[in-house]
């Protein structure tokens, strides 16, 4: 099929899916125990990225009894092709496999596509799908860059589509419970959310020039990113841990946190401000992003802090990857992703929250229904969360080395913030000085204060920032301008 003809097919697919839409709009989905046991009322599902966090996608539609999968899609044609065996055998049903997600989009069959890639292709394969008439599933974080996850909102609204966000703590009870507490004033008012990523990552090995796995098309798992040579040893996973794939661990394990602390802020928009200081400390090697971090977002009246720790460290109230919710009255920490526990001023627990979801479940409700109101993580949310994350590290890359810790303290005591900045990085301070981190070799570095427009997300004054709310695409692996949706 011509490039022109493959276009014209997916327009011509994207339309008649919204017709579709509009037809089955009156339908609900019944619980998952008793969903429909009809195949023709079976939703056809394609998994993009099978080889990470997409086998929980793989586990979770084909075991279904209203969905099937139907195509798997990666780039790495042997880890590919051996899901879609295993997934095949396990449905009784013949399972495709396809490289390209384009070869995917053209099939006016698929419902769903579901996308676990690396950071880097989540908006664009989302924007894309939406564009041919799916509705999907993206991974958290939804965007590598602010613009483009504002993108995939655009289009989600424009077209009609669902989109749901992987923050599946968002359909826990027991998190819901906690969130409920905080925002009816459970601990009074809440000043600080303080976010946590305290998550040993070792080394990824020496800065070099690598061969991608004979089975990757190299090219097809680049995509949007910049054309260049693998420099880490590891090819899969490792990516989290470069820039130009990935956002650090303040956008992998961090953006689940992140996004529980700005849900219990009870904020829908982005920060006023934003600054960041941190590094990467305790070795030297392939990664580029920080290990160490401390990005602080304030909303005014109260602020959002997160602490990233990828050496070994002590947890803080009980919480290594969790939130702590700082309260006139007390105090709530959530050290998991179902739920926590709230303490008073003394630190006596006086109640405990706990219970898991289905976030799947909820996202084929929302399929039936075709409300975008009815998920628990529409795209929406996973923008705002994951832009807070992208914004943290704006601040961290345009930062310059401080050479001692008063330094850096004296220009920490101006921030307009709720936190006690001092106390922050004293601890932050302490767990690298029990890391054997000798600071006078491995400075901190320090980002600017960034004041941000919150209603068109764009600095105050600063263009050079402007500038890394996007990036420059590879040809033809270009997500559209806001002008252009």
């Not at 599946?168 to 000043?191: C, E, K, L, W, Y």
């Not at 098309?217 to 996973?237: I, K, M, Q, S």
């Not at 200081?277 to 009246?301: C, E, I, L, M, S």
């Not at 209603?455 to 559209?480: H, K, N, Q, S």
Request: charged fraction near 25%; aromatic fraction near 8%; proline fraction near 5%.
């Amino acid at each position: 099929m011509s490039r022109r003809s493959r276009r014209q097919f997916l327009e011509d697919s994207m339309f008649a899916a919204a017709a579709a839409a509009v037809m089955n709009a009156p339908r609900t989905l019944m619980a998952q125990e008793t969903g429909s046991k009809s195949p023709a009322e079976k939703l056809s599902v394609a998994v993009v990225g099978v080889n990470g966090r997409g086998q929980s996608h793989l586990d979770a539609f084909s075991s279904r009894n209203d969905t099937v999968v139907t195509y798997i899609c990666d780039a790495d044609e042997g880890v590919g092709q051996r899901k879609a065996e295993k997934v095949g055998e396990r449905q009784g049903t013949s399972v495709a496999f396809a490289k390209d997600i384009r070869k995917v989009l053209e099939d006016p069959t698929v419902d769903i596509v579901t996308i676990a890639t690396p950071n880097h292709w989540h908006s664009l394969g989302a924007i894309w799908a939406m564009q041919a008439g799916k509705d999907v599933y993206v991974e958290k974080p939804v965007s590598h860059n602010v613009l483009e996850g504002r993108v995939c909102v655009d289009v989600a609204r424009k077209f009609g589509r669902i989109c749901q966000t992987g923050t599946q703590s968002r359909s826990n009870p027991g998190m819901r419970d906690a969130m409920a507490f905080v925002h009816s004033g459970g601990i009074g008012t809440v000043n600080v959310a303080r976010g946590l990523c305290y998550k040993q990552r070792p080394s990824i090995g020496p800065a070099g020039t690598y061969d991608p796995p004979a089975t990757v098309d190299y090219n097809l798992w680049l995509g949007p990113a910049p054309e260049a040579p693998v420099t880490r040893p590891r090819f899969h996973y490792d990516w989290h841990w470069q820039f130009a794939y990935g956002n650090g661990d303040l956008g992998n394990q961090g953006i689940h946190q992140m996004d529980l602390a700005r849900w219990g802020l009870n904020v829908d928009r982005l920060s006023n401000n934003v600054m960041s200081y941190g590094g990467r400390f305790g070795y030297v090697d392939a990664g580029d992003v920080a290990n160490t971090q401390v990005v602080v977002h304030n909303y005014g009246d109260k602020s959002l802090v997160f602490e990233v720790r990828g050496l070994p460290t002590p947890d803080l109230r009980g919480a290594n990857v969790g939130v702590i919710f700082e309260g006139t009255e007390g105090f709530v920490v959530v050290p998991s992703y179902s739920g926590g526990a709230a303490f008073d001023k003394d630190g006596n627990k006086t109640r405990e929250f706990t219970g898991g979801g289905d976030h799947f479940a909820n996202f084929v409700d929302a399929v039936r229904s075709r409300r975008h109101e009815d998920l628990n993580a529409d795209i929406l949310e996973g923008h705002l969360s994951s832009a807070l994350c992208h914004l943290g590290n704006i601040s961290y890359r345009l930062g310059e080395m401080v050479d001692s810790v008063e330094g850096l303290a004296e220009r920490l005591q101006s921030l307009p913030t709720k936190d006690d900045t001092r106390a922050t990085l004293e601890r932050t301070v302490q767990h690298l000085k029990e890391n054997q981190v000798d600071l006078a070799q491995a400075p901190f570095r320090i980002g600017p204060l960034l004041e941000l427009n919150a209603e068109d997300e764009t600095f105050v004054g600063r263009p050079d920032a402007d500038l890394m709310l996007t990036r420059e695409y590879r040809a033809p692996f270009v997500v559209p301008s806001r002008a252009q949706v």
